[in-house]
């Protein structure tokens, strides 16, 4: 069953086209990643899924048109783990957690019993609990990231947005990040949909590929069928090998001939 569908799909940014004629279903319980050059409307796809930027065409997220639900009822099917998180200063981890429940809040913005529960859990869940009176400012890169998804699934969302998670952290904190999506996806049944930069990531951990270039789909499968190297050289430009591995592909980026000889 699909949990997102579009057919049709259009995101404009200004005068430019982000998304043209996008069709695309990703099933409930899936990881799919988005690739793509820069410019290639990864995150404007999110952003239209999410209601921050205007969509034309079809859209249906868990049967319903998400331009037709109130706040509350959109929080409640997605959540977007942002590329740069804003942190205000002085906010402690904790009460950056607990801004995945405002969209539930009631008038005057007072938590209830189940909210509180609600971010103690995910505090827990993500180890974060030590960290809940600590400024979020003051976090590691690693950290932050931790405290951003505990937000996310604070909305207690079926479908989980991220945009570049680990675009600033070290090959090992970005397997951390990608680990605990992961784990959560299968302990809930969480839908994820990945905007992701590095190819051979997104392949160990989705189940399928969508590669855009400047807007439109050029191709939508498993990863050994995306990540091809006639594909791959045609929509970046780049010289790289693609080397089959049973984690799945790895790419990478190789020298002209001229600088190795």
């Known amino acids: 069953m699909s949990l997102l569908e579009c057919r049709g799909l259009g995101v404009r940014r200004g005068p430019v086209e982000a ?4 069709d695309l279903a990703v099933s409930a319980g899936s990881w799919v990643a988005v690739v793509g050059p820069n410019g290639a409307g990864k995150t404007s796809l999110l952003h239209g899924v999410t209601g921050l930027v205007p969509v034309t065409g079809h859209l249906r ?3 319903a048109d998400p331009r037709r639900l109130s706040r509350r009822q959109l929080a409640g099917r997605v959540a977007l783990m942002a590329q740069q998180p804003v942190v205000p200063p002085g906010m402690t981890v904790r009460e950056l957690v607990a801004l995945g429940r405002t969209p539930f809040l009631r008038q005057f913005g007072t938590e209830t019993k189940h909210d509180r529960a ?4 995910e505090l827990a869940r993500l180890q974060l609990a030590p960290l809940a009176g600590r400024a979020a400012d003051r976090l590691s890169g690693g950290e932050l990231q931790r405290a951003m998804l505990a937000r996310a699934l604070c909305q207690e969302p079926r479908l989980l947005l991220l945009d570049e998670p680990t675009s600033a952290l070290d090959i090992g904190h970005q397997q951390t990040v ?3 999506v992961d784990a959560q996806r299968r302990e809930r049944g969480l839908t994820v949909l990945a905007a992701m930069h590095d190819l051979t990531l997104a392949a160990q951990y989705a189940d399928r590929m969508v590669l855009l270039d400047r807007g439109r789909l050029v191709h939508d499968g498993d990863p050994r069928a995306v990540l091809r190297l006639s594909l791959l050289s045609d929509t970046y430009g780049a010289r790289v090998e693609v ?4 984690s799945g592909p790895a790419v990478v980026p190789v020298r002209p001939a001229s600088a190795t000889g």
């Not at 609600?118 to 859990?121: E, K, L, M, S, Y």
């Not at 080397?243 to 049973?246: K, Y």
């Open 19 to 22: 998304i043209r004629d996008l």
């Open 61 to 63: 997220l868990d049967g």
């Open 118 to 121: 609600v971010v103690d859990r």
């Open 178 to 180: 990608l680990d605990l």
């Open 243 to 246: 080397l089959d591995r049973p």
